[in-house]
């Protein structure tokens, strides 16, 4: 499982979970606060999202925590 995060143009963060073995479909992510296509993406990996910030709910402005 590759967890990734994305963020839309408005703020909105999506958590992305990819599975490395389950099959799925090429397709795209669309922002459900804004309506902009996020992400997109071509692999046949199973994927989820799942909104983790919303810009009405988010932080202002913070660095990122490092890498682990
Ligand atoms: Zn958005």
Known sequence: MILTEVQCECG????????ETLDGEPGRLQCTNCGRIVEQWASAHKRVYRC???????YPEVSPPPAP
């Open 52 to 58: 983790v910030i919303a810009p009405d709910r988010g």
């Open 12 to 19: 909105a963060v999506y958590r992305c979970a990819e599975s």
